[in-house]
T-cell receptor, first 113, second 114 residues
Framework: GESVGLHLPTLSVQEGDNSIINCAYSNSASDYFIWYKQESGKGPQFIIDIRSNMDKRQGQRVTVLLNKTVKHLSLQIAATQPGDSAVYFC????????????FGTGTRLLVSP | ETGVTQTPRHLVMGMTNKKSLKCEQH?????MYWYKQSAKKPLELMFV???????ENNSVPSRFSPECPNSSHLFLHLHTLQPEDSALYLC?????????????FGPGTRLTVT
């Protein structure tokens, strides 16, 4: 399930560090954003979402920040663990009321023990 | 496991073959999706079905033909494909096509066209 062949930005961190993965989205009309995690051999898995009327949302060990002014989204992972190693995608959805997700290219997170 | 299964997991086919990919969801969802994940592009939406009706065709070539006989099953029929169609084909489902309904992905079928 990897985006093999794509030149993915890679973030390498040590176990226990905090990770920040960034995403620039394209459409100012997008009002719903999702972060997905894709491990090798698997499909993408939902992590956290945020609507455009919020600028921050927290989950378990993860926080998503939304800056609509510069069309930027970030995912913060606290106390990163080796099991967090994966490709992370952001996806945006235009304000249409139904799902038609547009995905970013992804960032590969490598966590070393 | 996500509750979405895909078969086969790997498929090699020639350009003149006809094959089908199968997706099944055990989540009681009403919406199903086909995505293409290739080496050169981000994950791309291909088709959306809601209550067995196709609601989105994202300008997909006619050599890809989807079929949704019921809300639990989705097929992608393939014929006369090109080498550039080699990719990971992912199926997903969600409760509805409404924004905010989480999509659950299957593990994908790795397709190689020779």
């Amino acid at each position: 399930g990897e985006s093999v062949g794509l030149h993915l930005p890679t973030l390498s961190v040590q176990e226990g560090d905090n990770s920040i993965i960034n995403c620039a989205y394209s459409n100012s009309a997008s009002d719903y954003f999702i972060w997905y995690k894709q491990e090798s051999g698997k499909g993408p898995q939902f992590i956290i979402d945020i609507r455009s009327n919020m600028d921050k949302r927290q989950g378990q060990r993860v926080t998503v920040l939304l800056n609509k002014t510069v069309k930027h989204l970030s995912l913060q992972i606290a106390a990163t663990q080796p099991g967090d190693s994966a490709v992370y995608f952001c996806a945006e959805n235009k304000n249409t009321g139904f799902q038609k997700l547009v995905f970013g290219t992804g960032t590969r997170l490598l966590v070393s023990p | 496991e996500t509750g979405v299964t895909q078969t086969p997991r790997h498929l090699v086919m020639g350009m003149t073959n006809k094959k089908s990919l199968k997706c099944e969801q055990h989540l009681g969802h009403n919406a199903m999706y086909w995505y293409k994940q290739s080496a050169k592009k981000p994950l791309e939406l291909m088709f959306v079905y809601n209550f067995k009706e196709q609601t989105e065709n994202n300008s997909v070539p006619s050599r890809f033909s989807p079929e949704c006989p019921n809300s639990s099953h989705l097929f992608l029929h393939l014929h006369t494909l090109q080498p550039e169609d080699s990719a990971l084909y992912l199926c997903a489902s969600s409760l509805s096509t409404g924004q905010g309904d989480e999509q659950y992905f299957g593990p994908g079928t790795r397709l190689t066209v020779t």
